[in-house]
């Protein structure tokens, strides 16, 4: 009577079986797609909370605004944009005054080689046996200097300034000359500035002893070019001046050269 149960149950667990193990795997299949309807369920609900939120936290969305330009709306027309955003850089560079420095031609000057030669040649005497500290660059330098001091005294009427630039006889042989050629318009154009004067030429180098004095002279030449406005209009001006350097050697002498002849040889406009 026993024996019979006990083979009904086995057959009864035997079908069981494969059913609980598929009735298994679809439990877990059904918990994954609760699972994933619960979070939408989740995202769903905050994402209503956030359209309904009211004024107390509102929200904002960066990314979804449009660019602006100094606080104005690109989208707007063009018509009802500020001035300040018409103004752009390519307007302000045609407000800009064009004010370009007019070029000089730069002046070449073509010297007797022979006359070259003879000034280097004296150039070294006077270094090796009357002056070792003499140097030619250094001169020159000084000697323009000195030319353009002299045109912006003239340039402003202060004659009275080339007592210690010019010896006597050349500051009265200079004025004489301003006073009877030179007005006071062809006086105000005469300024050179130290580079408007492009040549410094030495021409001769004059070795004088008297007793037991020894003088040296310089003979030079200047020639610059400038722009400079007459009546409103800028012109070219050419100027060429000869001046002789003079400077005594007898010991005990102060060293410094003075300007023993200035003169003025050409002035003239070559274009407007």
Same mark, same amino acid.
């Not at 026993?2 to 439990?27: D, M, R």
């Given at each position: 009577?026993?024996?019979?149960?006990?083979?009904?149950?086995?057959?009864?667990?035997?079908?069981?079986?494969?059913?609980?193990?598929?009735?298994?795997?679809?439990?877990?299949?059904?918990?994954?797609?609760?699972?994933?309807?619960?979070?939408?369920?989740?995202?769903?609900?905050?994402?209503?909370?956030? !359209? #309904?939120?009211? @004024?107390? /936290?509102?929200?904002?969305?960066?990314?979804?605004?449009? %660019?602006?330009?100094? +606080?104005?709306? *690109?989208?707007?027309? !063009? #018509?009802?944009? @500020?001035? /300040?955003?018409?103004?752009?850089?390519?307007?302000?560079? %045609?407000?800009?005054? +064009?004010?370009? *420095?007019?070029?000089?031609?730069?002046?070449?000057?073509?010297?007797?080689?022979?006359?070259?030669?003879?000034?280097?040649?004296?150039?070294?005497?006077?270094?090796?046996?009357?002056?070792?500290?003499?140097?030619?660059?250094?001169?020159?330098?000084?000697?323009?200097?000195?030319?353009?001091?002299?045109?912006?005294?003239?340039?402003?009427?202060?004659?009275?300034?080339?007592?210690?630039?010019?010896?006597?006889?050349?500051?009265?042989?200079?004025?004489?000359?301003?006073?009877?050629?030179?007005?006071?318009?062809?006086?105000?154009?005469?300024?050179?500035?130290?580079?408007?004067?492009?040549?410094?030429?030495?021409?001769?180098?004059?070795?004088?002893?008297?007793?037991?004095?020894?003088?040296?002279?310089?003979?030079?030449?200047?020639?610059?070019?400038?722009?400079?406005?007459?009546?409103?209009?800028?012109?070219?001006?050419?100027?060429?001046?000869?001046?002789?350097?003079?400077?005594?050697?007898?010991?005990?002498?102060?060293?410094?050269?003075?300007?023993?002849?200035?003169?003025?040889?050409?002035?003239?406009?070559?274009?407007?």
């Amino acid at each position: 009577m026993i024996a019979p149960k006990l083979s009904f149950i086995k057959q009864c667990l035997s079908l069981a079986t494969p059913f609980a193990a598929s009735n298994s795997k679809l439990i877990k299949l059904c918990t994954k797609e609760a699972q994933s309807l619960r979070s939408y369920h989740n995202i769903n609900s905050s994402f209503n909370r956030c !359209l #309904s939120s009211g @004024p107390q /936290d509102p929200i904002k969305y960066k990314q979804l605004e449009p %660019k602006r330009y100094n +606080n104005v709306a *690109k989208q707007l027309p !063009l #018509s009802k944009l @500020p001035l /300040d955003v018409l103004n752009l850089s390519m307007f302000r560079r %045609k407000n800009k005054p +064009n004010k370009k *420095k007019k070029r000089i031609p730069r002046l070449i000057l073509l010297q007797n080689p022979f006359t070259w030669l003879m000034t280097k040649i004296d150039f070294i005497v006077l270094r090796r046996v009357w002056d070792s500290s003499f140097r030619e660059r250094d001169f020159k330098f000084g000697t323009t200097q000195a030319i353009s001091r002299v045109t912006h005294i003239i340039s402003e009427g202060q004659l009275g300034e080339l007592n210690g630039l010019l010896t006597k006889p050349a500051r009265l042989s200079l004025v004489r000359e301003l006073d009877r050629n030179w007005g006071e318009r062809q006086r105000s154009l005469l300024a050179l500035n130290h580079g408007d004067i492009q040549i410094s030429s030495p021409r001769k180098v004059y070795f004088i002893r008297i007793a037991d004095k020894k003088f040296c002279d310089v003979d030079m030449a200047f020639l610059a070019l400038k722009w400079a406005p007459i009546n409103n209009i800028d012109a070219l001006i050419f100027t060429e001046i000869f001046a002789r350097f003079h400077r005594e050697y007898t010991p005990n002498c102060i060293p410094e050269w003075t300007i023993a002849y200035f003169k003025v040889t050409r002035f003239e406009v070559l274009r407007r």
